[in-house]
Every structure is written in C-alpha cells, then in structure tokens.
C-alpha cells in the first residue's frame, strides 16, 4: 500500500506488561513521527526520526517510554511495565524530504492497558 | 499549557450552509498552520495549510484564514456536506528543531463537524 501502516491495530494488555508497536512509514520518507492521543485529548507529540540523526525523543512522557527506526524505515514504540494511563490511541507519522509539515499519519494502534 | 486551542469541542451544522472552526495559539513563533480531518478508526488526514506570511488560503470548499496580530485561524467549510462529517484538527509547527526541520507538530483537541441533512 501507498499508506504509512501500524500494527497491531488494537492492543489489549494487563498492566505492567512490556507491549511494542510497529509503524511501516511511506516508501522514501525520511522522517517519522510518534503522536499519542488520549481520550478526549489533541495529539501529544513523543518522538521524532530524520534520516540518520539521533531521535528528538522530548516528547517521551516517561523513561518507560522507547522508539528505533531500523535501517532509516520502519520504527517500533515500547512501552515497558505499561499503566492504565497509557491508555490512548498510538500514532505514527511520516513526510517526505522537502515537505517537512505535511504529515502523512498512519491509522493508528489502540492501546487498553487494564 | 496549551499552545494550540479550539474552544468549541463540537458544532452542528445545516447542510449547504457555512462550517467554521476556530482555532487560537499562544506561540507567537509558530509560522506555519496546517489543519487535519479525523473520521474515526482512522489517522488524521492532511487537509489544508497556510505559512505565517499570508492571511488566506483557498482550497476548492475550503479556505483557511490567519490573523497574526490576534493569533487566531479559522477554517470555512462552504457549502458544508454531510461527508464532511469529522473531528477536524488545528496543528501549527515553527519552533527551532534539530536538524533544520520544522519537526513536530503541535495540535489542538479538535472540533466535532456534525453536517446534517
């Protein structure tokens, strides 16, 4: 597909468990972006990869928090020991060179942690 | 403390008639606003931008107008559909990044579009 994709789509955890997300950004992009939105919230901004730079990862609420981008293309999130208040919907950006604000957002993952 | 407002979390309109969503921001180095629709289950969507240095930005039912001095956005949706029908939000960028881009996007809530019939 043409699209940025994340998997899964929904997650359902027990708290204190560790859980990772996938984002699969568009062919060619060079930047990606991790966003969270929480119930009745805008979209939190939790870290960013350009090219081969090290991460901005000023965003990330927590040191629980962690993202890679392997080989410049695909990125996980981990959440480790995760809590209810984690609870949102995950979602992964990305743009193309020259185009830096225009975000192509994937569907997102919906993550309950009970 | 938010840098990107929108005060109404919902409006109704008629169909056929105007939509307005408002937006507000504090960061006077913003300079770039970019305004994104949401159905649900679904990423937000790109849908219209416009850079500090216009006041206006017209695409086809949409048209997206900036006030500096107030630092207030506004998005017109006209005429209005019931396809139209979203969580519309307000994001703006332009604070200093590493790297050289304009990075992060800093959103709004969102509004609730409801068009009916």
């Known amino acids: 597909g043409a699209g940025v994709s994340q998997s899964p789509s929904n997650k359902v955890t027990e708290k204190g468990k560790d859980v990772e997300l996938r984002c699969d950004p568009i062919s060619g992009h060079t930047a990606l972006y991790w966003y969270r939105q929480s119930l009745g919230q805008g979209l939190e901004f939790l870290i960013y990869f350009q090219g081969n730079s090290a991460p901005d990862k000023s965003g990330l609420p927590s040191d629980r928090f962690s993202a890679e981008r392997t080989g410049g293309s695909v990125s996980t999130l981990t959440i480790q020991r995760t809590q209810q208040e984690d609870s949102a919907v995950y979602l992964c950006a990305s743009t193309k060179v020259g185009a830096a604000d225009t975000q192509y957002f994937g569907p997102g993952t919906r993550l309950t942690v009970l | 403390d938010q840098q990107v407002k929108q005060n109404s979390p919902s409006l109704s309109v008629q169909e056929g008639r105007i939509s307005i969503l408002n937006c507000d921001y504090t960061n006077s180095m913003f300079d770039y606003f970019l305004w994104y629709k949401k159905y649900p289950a679904e990423g937000p969507t790109f849908l219209i931008s416009i850079s500090s240095i216009k006041d206006k930005n017209e695409d086809g039912r949409f048209t997206v107008f900036l006030n500096k001095s107030a630092k207030h956005l506004s998005l017109h949706i006209v005429p209005s559909q019931p396809g139209d029908s979203a969580v519309y939000f307000c994001?703006?960028?332009?604070?200093?990044?590493?790297?050289?881009?304009?990075?992060?996007?800093?959103f709004g809530k969102g509004t609730k579009l409801s068009v009916k019939p």
């Open positions: 994001a703006a960028s332009g604070v200093p990044h590493r790297g050289g881009s304009q990075g992060n996007l800093i």
